[in-house]
Structure formats: C-alpha cells, structure tokens
C-alpha cells in the first residue's frame, strides 16, 4: 500500500526552476489534502572564498558582519517566499493555507533538506534541477543528486520546462 502524502517538503534555491517547481507541490497538496512545508537553505561562502575575506578584514569583523547581515537577509528572503505564495496561490485561498511554514536557514542545502524533511517526517520532498545544456540528462545538479542518493522518501525533482514559463520568485 502507499502511504498517504500528508507533509511536502518543497525545497527551493530561489531559481527559476524552483519556482516552477512550486507548482508541483501545490498540485500535490491539492490531490492529497497536504500540507506544504517551504525550505531554503542560505549556502556558506566556500572555506577558500572565506578565508581570503579573513585575509583582508580579520576573523572578528568578517564574524561581526556575519552575525548583522544574515537575520536581516534570511528575513527578507522568507518574506519574499511568502510574497510568492501568496502571488501563485492568490486566486485560491484554501490552497495558501496548505502553506504552513517557510523556513530559510544557513548551511549546507543537501544536509539541511535531510535534515528538515526528518523533522517534518515529509512524505515527499520536491525540488527543482537545473538545466546545463546538453549535459542535463546525465547529471543532476549537486544538491537533487546528493539528496537521492540519502534519502529513505519519495524525491520529485522537476526540470525546468523548454518553452517558457510565467513564474519567478523575483528580485530577493
């Protein structure tokens, strides 16, 4: 028997992908009576990136900066999440309230997505992949392939259609 979708972990990386990609977890939501939960996950700058901005303003100012800079910008991106819900769903209110939470966090996106979809025991996880040419149809991209390759559960992973798409989250 297959278990009944209750939780959808949508996972997004803000692209143009994953926007279009929020469509499918609505349309699963609507079919299944679910509920959608949104993840973004704020990639850390490389270790190499990072210390060469050490190099130049110090440990603790790089520090400082850090800890003013990411509340501000995790709370503009969760508002610009919920800004696109709302703009994708405006025309039907019963699916917005299927949205239950928007969660952005700092961290590694493969682990964090793991992570959240344990916590929320999603019964499915959907994302976007990103087209790249001509090797599109043999990779996936890094985060999609690293989740698939750790997770127990159900993975939709939604390619950007050829023709052109009406959907954006925006400018963030």
Known sequence: MIPRIKNILYA???SKNSAYAFRYAVNSAQKHDAKIHILHVMEALPSAAEGLITQFIGEEKLRKMRK?????LLGRIRERLRQFAEKEL???PKTL?????????????????LRKAEELDADVVILGTHGKGVIS????????????HRIRKPVFIIPLPEEETDITLGEI
Do not use: M, W
């Open 137 to 148: 149809h043999a990779f996936l991209g890094s985060v999609s392939e690293q989740v698939l």
């Open 90 to 92: 405006k025309r039907d």
């Open 68 to 72: 003013e800079t990411e509340g501000e």
């Open 97 to 113: 309230k299927k949205v239950v939470s928007i969660d952005v966090v700092s961290g590694n996106p493969a682990a964090e997505i």
């Open 12 to 14: 997004t990386d803000l």
